[in-house]
Nanobody
Framework: QVQLVESGGGLVQAGDSLRLSCAAS????????MAWFRQVAGKEREFVAG????????WFGDSVKGRFTASKDNAKNTVYLQMNSLKSEDTAVYYC?????????????????WGQGTQVTVPS
């Protein structure tokens, strides 16, 4: 089993930056891909970003390309989502997810491990 814990959410103003962290524990050797999703109440989860755990490949959702970046610290079993130029439409609960599949999947059903989520609020 893999456990994921997100942190770093909060209330920020439009145009501000925020960095989310996701710490993995447990059977981390089984992780090949980490991803970030977000969800607004009443809507489906939206793919935000993904990264290969052992490589350099990353992928971003169209709505965040050019504003968000992803990084990782394998020694700390932690991935980060740097969110810049935040907009009100970025308001959501952000989830970290992990998969043993060696591809960045854009569908949430491809990830068996999930964190509890962290709220990001950007007032309009």
């Amino acid at each position: 089993q893999v456990q994921l814990v997100e942190s770093g959410g909060g209330l920020v103003q439009a145009g501000d930056s925020l960095r989310l962290s996701c710490a993995a524990s447990g059977r981390t050797v089984s992780i090949n891909t980490m991803a970030w999703f977000r969800q607004v109440a009443g809507k489906e989860r939206e793919f935000v970003a993904g990264t290969n755990w052992y490589g350099a490949a990353t992928w971003f959702g169209d709505s965040v390309k050019g504003r968000f970046t992803a990084s990782k610290d394998n020694a700390k079993n932690t991935v980060y989502l740097q969110m810049n130029s935040l907009k009100s439409e970025d308001t959501a609960v952000y989830y970290c997810a992990a998969s043993g599949f060696n591809r960045i999947l854009l569908q949430d059903r491809g990830y068996p491990y999930w964190g509890q989520g962290t709220q990001v609020t950007v007032p309009s």
